[in-house]
């Protein structure tokens, strides 16, 4: 798919050098420096969004899809849980799981003696989603009302990680994506646990992500309605850190600072 991918953006960007080349005799020589810099513009742009395919395009209110890269990473970035649709003899299932994103993969793991890691261990075809609340879109109308969120859906095949290395490597940033440097301060998985645990990737080939922003939309007709109209914004809140009870004397509390997302 990636390879795909690929040869179409080089395909797309050659047709594109051919048209300047053709143009470039006609233009001035002032001029000339702007086609080398659109072929390099054009590139970074094929490099730093994600292609929309049959299944990824948003067909519905389009012009709230997103495909920058930059965008996708941070909503995946600024979320915990992400929920994995999977289908088991016609049976379909979504199960809620932590993850952790790596450059343009996800990892996202369970006990291995759960039916999502049995059944993604054969190469079962998956759907993953990260929704963010942002807020409640109150309208003068029922039709209208609606919420600001923003999601990123992904397709693709999972493989569970076999190198104990790279398992490893997964579980320090699920670790460290709920709570920044904690992998570093508190005890590594013991050998038990690593075989306890299941992690599976995904590459990021087939994603999309839709947004939406900004109050209400109403009819005209009914701005004339004395109906209180708007968005009321929902943010997570932190408490403050209870103990365990069994905490060391002297050991400070964790700073929740280190759990903030940071927009």
């Known amino acids: 798919m990636a390879g795909e991918k690929n040869s179409r953006a080089v395909g797309e960007a050659s047709r594109f050098v051919v048209q300047l080349r053709q143009a470039e005799w006609t233009a001035p020589e002032r001029e000339k420096w702007f086609f080398p810099a659109t072929v390099a513009v054009l590139c970074w742009r094929l490099m730093e969004t994600y292609e929309p395919t049959e299944r990824t395009q948003v067909r519905r209110l389009p012009k709230r899809g997103v495909y920058d890269k930059t965008q996708v990473g941070a909503i995946l970035d600024e979320g915990y849980l992400c929920h994995v ?21 996800i990892y996202f ?12 261990s054969e190469s079962i075809r998956v759907c993953l989603t990260v929704t963010l609340v942002d ?31 790279e398992k490893r490597e997964a579980l320090r940033l699920f670790t460290n994506h709920v709570v920044p440097g904690r992998w570093e301060e508190v005890r590594e998985p013991n050998e038990q646990e690593l075989r306890a645990t299941s992690v599976l990737a995904l590459e990021l080939d ?26 009321v914004p929902v943010r997570s809140e932190l408490g403050e850190p209870i103990s365990d009870g069994r905490v060391i004397f002297g050991t400070p509390a964790i700073s929740t600072d280190r759990l903030r997302r940071r927009r």
């Open 109 to 120: 793991h369970g006990s291995a003696a759960s039916r999502m890691v049995r059944s993604l």
């Open 85 to 105: 649709g999977f289908v088991v003899d016609g049976q379909p299932y979504v199960i809620p799981t932590l993850y952790a994103r790596a450059g343009e993969r």
């Open 206 to 231: 087939e994603v999309s992500a839709k947004v939406r922003t900004g109050p209400p939309l109403d009819e005209e007709e009914d701005y004339q309605l004395p109906v209180w109209a708007g968005v």
């Open 135 to 165: 807020g409640f879109v109150l309208a003068r109308s029922a039709f209208h009302h609606s919420m600001n969120y923003r999601s990123v859906v992904v397709l693709g095949q999972a493989r569970q990680l076999t190198d104990a290395a």
